[in-house]
Every structure is written in C-alpha cells, then in structure tokens.
C-alpha cells in the first residue's frame, strides 16, 4: 500500500517545490508609466521570450520554467483569438484572460502530482492610465491585481522593495526605464550588484498611443542608448549623494553641533529578503 500523506501537507509540499522552482529564475518587473505599462526581464536568449505580446493591447511577462509558461502563453493566445471571433475584440480583456490562466493553474497545482514552476502577469493598456490593468498569476492559481507596479520571480521581494523606492506616477517612459534597470541592478542579498547590457535584456512596452496592436519591442539602438542614459543619471546622482555627505563632514569637522541624523536625509532602507540561486530556469 502506498504512504499515506494528508492533503495539507501534500499541498504545502507542492507550493514549497514552486516556489523554490520560481526562485532559480530571473526576477522581471512590469510598471505603469505616462504612456503605457513597461515590461522588462534579465533574458541572454535571443531566441527564448519571456516577455510576448497575447492581444491587441494586452502584453504577457512570465518567469519559471520555459516549457509550462510558452504553453500557457499559446493557451492565451488561442483564447483571446476564440473569444475576440466570436464576439467582439473589446471583450478580449487581461482580466478575462487572468481568470483563463488562474483556473488553468489551479487545476494543475491541485490534480497534478507535480505542480508547474511558473509566475505570469497579464497587463493591459487602457486609454488612459486610469484604466491600465495588471494581474499576477502564481502558480497555485491565485489572481492579484497590482496597481502601479509588480515584480515577480528570483528575488522578487529585493526587488520589489528596491521599485518602490524608484516608482511614482505619471513617469515618462525614460524615467521609468531607469526605475525599472535600477530594481532589478540592486544589490543582492550577497552584496553583488549585477550589471545588465543590451544583449542581456528583454525589454517591451505598450504603447498607448499606438491605433489596435500596442506592444513594441526596444532592442539594439534604441535600448543601448536608455541604458546609456540611465547610466548618465546614476552616476550623476551618486556624485550629488557624495557632493552632499562631504559637505555634512566639513561642517562637523569645524565645530559645528552633530544632527541627530544623516545630513542629507535617512539612510535608504534596503531589503535583503529573496535566497534565489541560479539556474537553468528564465
């Protein structure tokens, strides 16, 4: 007979192997911006999307294993074209397609002895940013609509802690490359600090102001000159954060009475949470 193992506890095995699954990625960062929702992923492969376009306004980002989250991405695709045919296009909406990959997931993680390795966000652009939707899938099927900003997979809570300290409304599509290349750049829990090329970055937007199919790819050019930027713009702003703190030690050096604090504000709190580790997974 085989060994008997209560399902709570089947259940907690299955999330646990998830999770640690997903943790082995990449983490990837979706944001609302001034002029649509930015989605961008550490990917080397020229070939294998983490990022993909599903309908007209509506974008895909996904972490976890390759094979599961290009099912459920094709899943979508069929899904959205069935539904916009046999309808009307406007009712093809991100939300509808949340709720197909929630119940898909939710299936598989409760009547499958191996639950699937995958975090999807489904995002879509509205006419104005007001009506910008996003949701994040996990792979028990749990739906959640994030407002703003998510990051998910790797050490999403690093980097999510690191994005809201970058995040703020009504950002142009420049201010909110730098926020995104600066979440995912932060220092990791082992004090190393990745440096991303072009050639190591997945980078997409939905551009609102595009008539019917809005998702654009950045590469080559483009994106080697927003990196070069964002580059400018750090080293610009360590160099005013270092001008700031040798002026606060002159003053104290000089007799001067001590601040009970920093002279140039709070020390920025920083966010150590997320133990993924490398892997074969994007």
């Excluded at 809201?164 to 995104?180: N, V």
């Excluded at 004090?191 to 080559?220: C, K, N, S, W």
């Excluded at 007799?255 to 993924?276: E, K, L, N, V």
Aim: hydrophobic content about 35%; overall charge negative.
């Amino acid at each position: 007979m085989p060994f008997y193992v209560s399902p709570a506890q089947a259940m907690r095995d299955k999330a646990e192997y998830a999770r640690q699954g997903i943790a082995r990625g990449r983490s990837c960062v979706t944001l609302q911006y001034e002029g649509g929702i930015l989605m961008m992923a550490p990917n080397p492969s020229r070939a294998l999307h983490k990022i993909s376009e599903i309908y007209d306004r509506i974008g895909f980002a996904a972490v976890g294993r390759y094979n599961e989250y290009e099912n459920l991405r094709k899943a979508g695709v069929t899904y959205a074209d069935i539904t916009g045919y046999q309808f009307d296009r406007h009712d093809v909406t991100a939300r509808g397609i949340a709720n197909y990959y929630a119940q898909n997931l939710g299936t598989i993680f409760t009547e499958s002895p191996k639950p699937w390795e995958v975090e999807i966000v489904v995002a879509e652009v509205g006419t104005n940013p007001a009506d910008d939707q996003i949701y994040r899938i996990t792979f028990d099927g749990s739906v959640t609509d994030e407002p703003g900003f998510v990051a998910f997979g790797g050490q999403a809570d690093q980097v999510s802690a690191a994005l809201k300290e970058r995040y703020s409304d009504g950002m142009s599509l420049p201010e909110a490359f730098t926020a995104a290349l600066g979440a995912l750049s932060a220092p990791s829990g082992n004090g190393e600090t990745p440096e991303y090329t072009a050639a190591q970055l997945e980078v997409a937007i939905l551009d609102r102001t595009r008539e019917h199919r809005t998702f654009r790819r950045i590469r080559a050019a483009a994106l080697e000159e927003m990196i070069s930027e964002h580059r400018t713009a750090s080293a610009a702003q360590a160099g005013a954060e270092a001008a700031g703190t040798g002026d606060g030690d002159d003053d104290a050096g000089s007799g001067s009475p001590a601040d009970s604090g920093p002279p140039t504000g709070p020390d920025p709190s920083s966010s150590d949470r997320g133990s993924g580790t490398g892997g074969p997974l994007l």
